[in-house]
Each structure stands twice: as C-alpha cells, then as structure tokens.
C-alpha cells in the first residue's frame, strides 16, 4: 500500500548514501588509502582486525588537516579537492565528492587524530553513526590517522552480508594491492594481529613493486608495452601468449592511476589477442592508461570503479595497437640469455634488484578464498602446457615445401629428432625445446596468409579440371556467398547452377584430395556459429584459420631432418609464434634451471 510521500530525516539519508559508498570493509579502506594519497602522504600504514570487519586503522604522513577544518571533513560534500563544477574535468585527485568521511561515520565510529606540519598540536575527533561526539586538541606526529570501528553496528543488515573474516581480509588486501601498483613511490604496509601482510617499500622502480605485488615470476611471463598518441599515453605490461589465466582476476587497468573495471579497455585487449590466446583464457596485463582529465568522466560510478571516456573509440585503439605491438615483439623461438621460462621479453629493468627486495620484505599472502584458489595478488603460473596433439581428421596430405628446405638455418639448435610422430626435439645452449610440428606449421601458414591478404592473394593451384561439386543447400549458399572472401585465401569457386558449384582453384600449399569433403569442412568450420569470442572473430579470419590448419604437416607425420630444421627457422621468423591460431602452445622449453629442478639438482 503506497504510503504518502514525505522526506526522510537526514541521518536516513546519509546512510542510504553510505551504502552506495560503503559496502564491505575493503571500501572503507579504500576510502581512507585513497584519502591519505591525496594529502600527499609518502608512508601508509593499513590496520586491520577481524579482516577488517572489527576495525581498520590507517596511518599517514600526509599533509593533515588544520583544526578549524576537522570538523568539516565530516560533513556531506565538504571537500578541499574541487571548487565549483567545472573543476571536476580538472581533478588529479582520487576523492572531489566530499562524500567518503561522513559515509563511514554514519555506518561506524571514526576517531581522527590530525596535525599539519606547522600546527604544534593536533585535533582528535570522534564521530559515530554521524554525529560529531568529541573534537579536542591532541598531540602526535604530523600526518593523519583514522580508526574506524564498530563497523556496521548501526545497519545490522550490511553487517550480515559480510563473509568470513578471510574473505573480507582478502579483499580489503586486493584494494591495496591495486593501489599499491599505481603508487611504487609509496611505502605501503598491512598488518593484521599483529602481524605484517604486506610490506612494500617505496621505490623509484615500478618493476620492483610489479614483482612484490604480482610475484616474482610476473616479469618473465609478460611484455612490456607502451606507446602515446594524441594525448593519450599507455604503459604495462602484457603476458606472453602461452602464460595465460582462467580468470580476468589479473587483468588490472589504471586510468589516471585509479584502478578502472573498464569493459572497452578489456575489449581492447582481447581484440588483441585474439588468434594468440586459448578460448576462455585471459592474459594477465597491467596497463597504465594516462590522459588529460578532461579526457574522462570519473563522476559516473559510486565508487568510482568506472570511467567513462569523452573518445573511447581512441582508447580502444591505442590499447589495443599497443598490446598488439607488445606481442607482435615477441619471438618464443630466438632467445638469448635463456630464462627458465624462455622466450624473448626484455626483461625488467631492476630485475636482480626485485629478487633482492623480496629477500628483504616479505609479502605474506595469506587469507582470502578468493574464486581462484586463494593466494592474494596475482599468482605465478605455473607451467600449464597442454600437450596439442593432432585433433584434425587427416583427408588432406599437406605439402611440407612450402616450409624453404635447405641447409642448416644458422640458429644454435641442434636437431635431436622426432617424438611421438608429433613433437621435434632441439638442443638449445643450455637446454631442449620441444615444438608441436602442426601447431608450429599451423601459425607460421596463418602468419604468411594472413599478411598475403593484405597485398596480394595467395598463389593459387589451377585445378587441371575444373571440379564441379554438389553440395547441400546451405553449404552450397554459405561457399557462394562468400566466394570473394574465399578468393582472398586462394579458393575460386563458381556457382554451377542447381545444388552444384565448380572450383576451379586452391591454395597452393593444399594438395586437393577430396574437393567434396573439404568445402563441407569449411562451409561447417568457418560457416558455423564461432566456438567463442564470435565477436572478435571474423569471417575471413576464421577461413585463414580453417586453411592453414588444413595446409599444416599434420601430428604423426614424419618429418626429415631438413624439414624438422626449416619449420624452425622459419618459426624464428614468426614473430607470433608462441601459440598456434588456436591459442595453444608452439615451443615448450626446458632451460637449465627447469632440468636442475626435474633431476632435484637444487
Ligand atoms: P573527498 O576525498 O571526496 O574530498 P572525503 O570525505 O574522503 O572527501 O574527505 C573530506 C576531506 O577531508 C578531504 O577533502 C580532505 O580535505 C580531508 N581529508 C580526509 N582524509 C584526509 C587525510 N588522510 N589527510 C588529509 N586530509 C584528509
Ligand atoms: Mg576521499
């Protein structure tokens, strides 16, 4: 029965607003992080009990608030950080609503101790469930601590919505964390009971805090990549093809330095992986997206975990030219200064630096049952290769020429020979490395496709006598209707009248068996509903696809010496040769590390 309609009293209201802005503990110690970052603080200490559930402390040597103003600070809307409206496409700052202090005091008790540098004395204040019960003068170092506490008690419903005092620790931990990589320069330390969570000092070096956030093993798993155009810039780092996750846990995006959920950027970047990576895989990237403020709405999302760009189509495609460099770069063949993981990246700037820092301060990960298995951050993979045998029903004798035969391509590899009819075996300086023979012919068919059908079509083989073909309805459609298509991929077909068509040439590099079935194959693969990703995934791409995994030397197929050694070299010609079209691995390698640890050397 609808009521009459009344304004609600003020201290309703505030904590309805509060909701938007305090929803777990893990807000509050954003708020508060973001607060101190603000005031220019250098140093931030992160308190927590019951996980953040039963009282969060922080601790910072910002700049501190003068006494007049304390109060202030917990009145709705009252903020230092903008002045009118316009000042809002100006803001450097994390906060400008005013709105965080009094949100968590009108949901918990807040006690603030402030002093700026040139007062000789501090204010405390105490503020509970909004209402102001104690300012005096009180001492303490420059700087500002909030302890917050008896979260909740006022809205016993939120308070039944938190989860165990693990998980709410983890996520107060992943809100830091984040933070913490936009701020390498911050000294930032958690501790609970007692004890240090987290202890990342500062430092002049983003890789050194990348490594004590992310885990060591970040810096060998991913590219760096940059690049600037037209006022927007972009730095990170991006995981080589063949280390992907399950999860978009580890896909981290900055604006501005504030941590974004941002589905264009994630667009973007999975646009530019697209034929690199697995279906259902994600890579971990960490990317720095920095723009004048003008160039983004921050005032859209209550927490400002959104953004929204004033030109995201120029967003989507610096990201996503960007991240394509990244891996364009990247050659899993030609390595030198052999990792344990292999592979061409260039490594971190500071990297002996990083193991030494990790010597030094700990980051414990403990607590969090998180969706994927619980250590905070963002877990080292381990090796999760797949071996990719041959899934390809076999109608179609490949033509191993088109790999150049000749002699020993001057590489440092020593061909050992063939496994399993499927894998060749190399010696590498320090090591072995294992390559699928069709995932790694596979890739370097679709490479050379794929950049044929930029300039030219690719040579094709006239068929002596024409063939014609009949099909079944839909099949015959699908191949008619994207007959120029297929001419781009050196097939050229013709419709013939009735069910029938006449294909009249193929691609050289296949060797024509049963025309019938490998149209049916293609109208099937390439005309069917794409697997995943359909949107990234376009017609053209997915018939390059189709042919070069028809075109490439097949799993069980023996293959000479020479060939063995050509598909090498010119898989070290394939810049995107880490994994095959369909995302899975090409090269696994075993460096000397990886052999001492298999024999227990160390
Ligand atoms: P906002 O951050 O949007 O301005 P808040 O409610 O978070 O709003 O904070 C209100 C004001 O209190 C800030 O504008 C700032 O002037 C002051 N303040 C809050 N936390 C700190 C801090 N740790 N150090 C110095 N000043 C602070
Ligand atoms: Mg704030």
New binding site residues.
């Given amino acids: 029965m609808p009521g009459t309609i009344h304004l609600l009293p003020e201290d309703l209201t505030s904590r309805i607003a509060a909701g938007e802005v305090v929803e777990r503990p893990a807000s509050i110690v954003k708020?508060?992080l973001?607060?101190?970052l603000?005031?220019g603080?250098t140093d931030v200490l992160v308190v927590l009990e019951g996980g953040g559930a039963v009282s969060i402390r922080?601790v910072?040597n910002?700049?501190?608030?003068d006494p007049g103003?304390a109060p202030?600070?917990?009145q709705r809307y009252?903020?230092?950080?903008i002045d009118r409206f316009e000042d809002l496409w100006s803001v450097r700052?994390?906060?400008?609503?005013?709105?965080?202090?009094?949100?968590i005091a009108s949901v918990a008790r807040v006690e603030?101790t402030?002093r700026t540098r040139p007062q000789p004395a501090g204010t405390r204040i105490v503020v509970q469930d909004g209402e102001i019960l104690e300012v005096s003068e009180a001492g303490g170092a420059p700087?500002?601590t909030?302890f917050v506490s008896r979260i909740f008690e006022a809205v016993p419903v939120r308070k039944k919505f938190l989860r165990s005092e693990k998980t709410e620790q983890g996520a107060c931990l992943d809100v830091v964390l984040r933070i913490a990589l936009a701020h390498p320069r911050v000294r930032i330390r958690v501790t609970a009971s007692g004890r240090d969570l987290l202890n990342l000092p500062a430092t002049e070096d983003p890789a050194e805090r990348n490594a004590l956030v992310l885990g060591p093993d970040f810096a060998g798993e991913c590219v760096a990549l940059s690049g600037a155009a037209g006022g927007l810039s972009l730095t990170g780092f991006i995981s080589r093809p063949e280390r992907t996750r399950s999860s978009t846990r580890q896909m981290l995006f900055f604006v501005n330095g504030r941590y974004v959920r941002d589905a264009l950027i994630h667009r973007a970047v999975m646009t530019a992986c697209r034929r690199r990576i697995e279906a259902r895989r994600y890579p971990s990237s960490l990317l720095f997206l920095d723009m004048a403020p003008a160039e983004v709405d921050v005032n859209v999302h209550p927490a400002k975990m959104e953004v929204r760009f004033r030109r995201p189509g120029e967003v989507f495609q610096h990201v996503h030219d960007a991240v394509e460099r990244a891996l364009s770069g990247y050659s899993p063949v030609i390595s030198e200064g052999s990792s344990p993981s292999g592979g061409t990246f260039r490594p971190f700037p500071g990297t002996g630096r990083v193991e030494e820092a990790l010597r030094r301060y700990m980051i414990r990960t403990e607590g969090g049952d998180t969706p994927d298995g619980g250590t905070r951050g963002i877990p080292p993979a381990g090796p999760s290769y797949r071996p990719s045998g041959s899934d390809r029903p076999a109608e179609y004798v490949p033509l191993v020429p088109e790999i150049p035969t000749g002699g020993e391509p001057g590489t440092a590899y020593e061909y050992i020979g063939q496994v399993a009819g499927t894998y060749l075996l190399f010696g590498t300086a320090d090591g072995l490395m294992i390559v699928d023979q069709h995932a790694a012919h596979e890739r370097i068919l679709y490479e050379r496709l794929r950049r044929r059908e930029r300039d030219r079509p690719p040579e094709s083989q006239q068929l002596l006598i024409p063939e014609v073909v009949a099909l079944p309805r839909k099949e015959l459609r699908f191949l008619v209707e994207n007959a120029s298509t297929l001419e781009e991929t050196g097939v050229f077909l013709e419709p013939f009248g009735g069910d029938a068509l006449v294909v009249k040439s193929l691609p050289a590099f296949l060797e024509a068996g049963d025309i019938r079935s490998f149209l049916l194959d293609l109208a099937e693969e390439v005309g069917g509903e794409a697997p995943s990703g359909k949107g990234i995934s376009t017609l053209r791409d997915r018939m390059l696809v189709f042919m070069s995994c028809r075109g490439a030397v097949k799993a069980r197929q023996d293959m000479s010496r020479q060939e063995a050694l050509a598909l090498l070299s010119a898989l070290g010609d394939e810049p995107q040769a880490a994994t095959c079209p369909h995302g899975r691995p090409v090269v696994v390698r075993f460096g000397a590390a990886d052999l001492e640890k298999l024999f227990h050397r160390r």
């Fill in positions: 708020e508060l973001e607060n101190s603000d005031a603080a922080v910072d910002g700049t501190g608030i103003e202030l600070a917990f009252a903020t230092s950080k700052s994390f906060g400008f609503r005013g709105e965080a202090l009094p949100s603030m402030t700087g500002t909030l």
